[in-house]
């Protein structure tokens, strides 16, 4: 069997990346895992992500069938997301130099976020290699929830327009995720696949309470309410510190873990929104009561969701959420927003409850009612288990993916595999097949 060459694309989010900080989170892990088991399907993965550091090799051989390929885009060093738009189309150029000189083509590319999606566009353009899209998260649907602090440029809406418009098809991570593509930008109904996100059952399995505790060395007389993930306003930790206060005093040494951030230990100077967590703890008189962690590595992560008595991630918004799947899968009932793809994963009333988020006062009974019916944690527990496991492996998300992937290409004249090979002997002809939207100034020397 021919093996089918694909090319991620994640301009911001390395598969490599250390997990926590502000920029790097589920995204990463999709990108990460989702390659692995397309790997163990047959195919060959090269990710290609901006390079962040000076040192960092041209090209990576990660795992059997995977590549990470570094792409100079701007300065070699990390640069916020917000600010990366500047540099796509240098990346454009870099990518198709890279594919160029070591004669690749790829039968599909499979964008990860707007940006990624812009390469891709133009990369089709060039060269007419097909592409898909996960946008894992939509511009207007950002503005709709963070209004001025959002930190994106306005061409972003142009862009997923165009990109809606363009891409060969839309995959969407949950039914909101397509309903929000179709109402603000008019996407095509048929041109969008609804695959979700998934866990690694290896990676997260049910431990028991009393081990997790004492390997992390909590105390197996505590309530413990765990949040876990990337340290930014919109997740909406502070609603889970103040549904703490209301219901501190209904529960007996009720606990909350904080885990994530930019750093191993818990730095404000670091990670600015755990400052202002701190502060939120202080003033709800409770701050003996919210522990932060700062970042954990990968590994110990399902001792934190196995130690846990409840997982709650109450986002303003959430294309997605990957660790609701994680916590359920180490059998901890999740609370969420009923928002996304939360309302998506999380079944209420069976493996957890869903809440309103900015309503912490709605969360506290929610998390009362949990914590003191040992009979329904145990019932939720076990519903999550089976839940997750028959619905969101990345095992059954490969498989849907390569469903996808085999669509779009069997609607699709491939091309001849000549003009790209031909880019690399004429640099003025390269720089002119990278086709922004209007208005884009040239970074590429």
């Known amino acids: ?87 796509m189309q240098e990346f454009t150029f870099h990518m198709l130099y890279f594919m160029s000189r070591n004669e690749l083509w790829y039968e599909l590319v499979h964008a990860h976020f707007f940006m990624s999606a812009l390469v891709a566009s133009n990369i089709k353009q060039a ?8 946008f ?41 995720d397509r309903d929000d ?4 930008y008019d996407a095509d109904a048929d041109r969008i696949a609804i695959v979700p996100c998934g866990f690694n059952p290896k990676e997260f399995h049910p431990i028991e309470k009393e081990a997790a505790r004492d390997f992390l060395r909590i105390s197996q007389r505590d309530k413990v309410i765990l949040q876990l993930g990337r340290m930014v306003p919109r997740k909406g930790v ?72 409840v997982f709650i991630s109450t ?16 059998g901890t009932p999740v609370i969420g927003s009923n928002v996304g793809g939360i309302k998506y994963s999380v079944v209420d009333r069976r493996t957890g409850f869903l809440v309103p988020p900015h ?33 969101f492996t990345w095992s059954k998300v490969a498989t849907s993916v390569s469903q996808v992937y085999n669509k779009v290409l069997a609607g699709v004249k491939k091309p001849a595999k000549q003009p790209v090979k031909q880019l690399i002997t004429d640099h003025a002809a390269l720089l002119n097949v990278i086709n922004l939207l209007p208005g884009f100034k040239s970074s590429v020397v």
């Open 1 to 87: 069997m021919i093996k089918k060459r694909i090319a991620f694309i994640s301009e911001h989010a390395s598969p490599l990346a250390i997990l926590g900080g502000i920029d790097n989170g589920g995204q990463n892990v999709y990108v990460a895992e989702l390659a692995m088991q397309l790997a163990r399907k047959g195919y060959h993965i090269d990710i290609y992500t901006r390079r962040d550091s000076s040192t960092a090799p041209e090209v990576v051989e990660w795992k059997p069938g995977i590549r990470v390929v570094y792409i100079t885009a701007g300065p070699p060093e990390y640069i916020p997301k917000e600010q990366l738009l500047q540099y």
């Open 127 to 134: 060269a007419g290699i097909p592409y898909v899209v996960t």
């Open 136 to 176: 894992h998260a939509l511009g207007l649907v950002r503005k709709l929830h963070q209004q001025s602090q959002d930190g994106f440029p306005p061409e972003r809406t142009a862009i997923e327009k165009h990109i809606v418009e363009d891409a060969n098809l839309l995959i969407a991570e949950c039914p909101q």
């Open 181 to 184: 593509l179709m109402e603000h």
């Open 238 to 309: 502070d609603n889970v510190i103040r549904a703490m206060e209301y219901a501190n005093s209904s529960i007996d040494r009720l606990k909350l873990l904080v885990v994530g951030g930019e750093s191993d230990s818990p730095d404000p100077a670091l990670t600015p929104e755990i400052g202002r967590l701190q502060q939120i703890s202080r003033d709800c008189n409770i701050s003996d009561r919210v522990i932060f962690t700062g970042r954990k590595a990968r590994s110990l992560l399902k001792y934190y969701y196995a130690a846990a008595d």
């Open 315 to 330: 986002p303003w918004y959430e294309p997605f959420g990957i660790t609701p799947l994680e916590a359920m899968a180490c």
């Open 359 to 391: 309503e912490p006062d709605l969360l506290a009974n929610r998390i009362i009612e949990l914590l003191n019916d040992t009979a329904l944690q145990q019932s939720m527990s076990k519903n999550a288990i089976k839940h997750v496991r028959s619905n």
